[in-house]
Structures are given as C-alpha cells and as structure tokens.
C-alpha cells in the first residue's frame, strides 16, 4: 500500500482538550547519556513524583523497548537509528495525548536526538533534552549490567563508549552531574526545569 492511499485521521479530543482537562501540558523528556549514567533511575524517580502531582506520565526505558517494539534491532549504528526514529514517534504520539512522556536510551547520535526533536510540533517546548552527564570512567566503575566488563572482554561488539561513540549534546536543556548529585537534587533540578517551562504547576 502506497502512501496516497494512506490518510490521517484526526482524533474527537485534542491535545489541548487534554491539557485543559488535566490542568498540564505535555511533553517529551528525553533523557541522554551512557549506559550506567542514571537515565532510567532518574526517569523512575521523576516519574513517581510526577504521579504524586496527578499529572499523566510514562517512562519509555530502553531495555524494555527492545523486549518488544524493538527486538528486532541490533545495535549497529543503522538499527540504533530506526530504534531512535521508532520512540520518536512513540514519544510523540504520548505527546499528542497529553502525557510527560520521560524516555531514557543511550541515544547517542545528535543527528537522531534532533530528528526526534523535529517531529514534534513545538521543538522548542515540547521536547527537553536532558543529558545525564557521568564520564565513561564512572559509568564503567558502576557497570550495573555488566556490559562494560564483556565489552573489555570482547563479548560485546559496539557498546556504546567503549566500541561506538557517543555524541553528547552541545545545547541540553538541562544537564544532570549525575557523576556527583544526589538523586534527589538531579530529580528536584528537572522539576524546577519543567516548572520554569510551565509544563507543570508550581507547588506553593
């Protein structure tokens, strides 16, 4: 089937219709950064504290993605980028239904991380770049899957850092010292980013 025969259908309730019924907007939080960097853990934390504000949310975690939606990828660079372009349009399909939608993968190209940023339909709003910054020596010090170890011992081809690089961004919207901050403070400085952009309702 050819795309002229394909149509797109708009939906009976808009995203603002949502924003208006929930009281926030919605966004895409794209967290970034090397494999042990805390993206999923700050992701979580954030997550439970948005839930705690009522406010309508998901966490998009690399590793389940590939469980199902992407299983079928490898971890060339060619499959790294279908698997980006994928969450993309997943990410902005939540957006469109008035969720925080958080998302942590490795993502480590710019190229994918912009074209991400470009689906959606206010970039400058609606997708915040956030970039878990911890060096390729802590994150390898942590190694809570392992994967550092067998990538030195050559079981793992293009682990990200050790055999694929990895682009950090150059203009996040907001940058985590995840090396050195306390969860707590790294979760608190997202809050206040989403606040600031008025994503969410200040807390007096």
């Not at 149509?7 to 090397?34: E, M």
């Not at 990828?73 to 469109?96: P, W």
Request: aromatic share 6%; proline share 3%.
């Amino acid at each position: 089937m050819t795309e002229e025969n394909i149509k797109w259908h708009d939906s009976s309730i808009t995203r603002l219709d949502r924003i208006q019924k929930t009281g926030h907007h919605s966004a895409v939080i794209w967290l970034t950064g090397l494999s042990g960097s805390g993206k999923s853990t700050v992701a979580n934390a954030v997550n439970v504290k948005l839930f705690e504000r009522n406010v309508s949310t998901y966490v998009l975690d690399g590793d389940n993605v590939r469980h199902g939606l992407c299983k079928d990828l490898s971890f060339s660079d060619k499959d790294r980028e279908e698997n980006i372009r994928r969450i993309g349009e997943v990410a902005n399909l939540f957006l469109d239904a008035g969720f925080v939608v958080l998302t942590a993968f490795v993502s480590p190209f710019r190229a994918d991380r912009n074209r991400v940023r470009e689906l959606v339909n206010n970039p400058k709003k609606d997708f915040i770049e956030i970039y878990c910054n911890a060096s390729l020596d802590v994150c390898e010090k942590r190694d809570t899957k392992g994967l550092y170890a067998k990538a030195r011992e050559g079981l793992i081809q293009d682990l990200t850092g050790i055999g694929s690089p990895y682009e950090p961004p150059e203009d996040a919207d907001v940058v985590l010292n995840t090396a050195t901050n306390s969860l707590e403070m790294c979760v608190s400085q997202v809050l206040g980013h989403l606040e600031e952009s008025n994503i969410i309702p200040r807390i007096d």
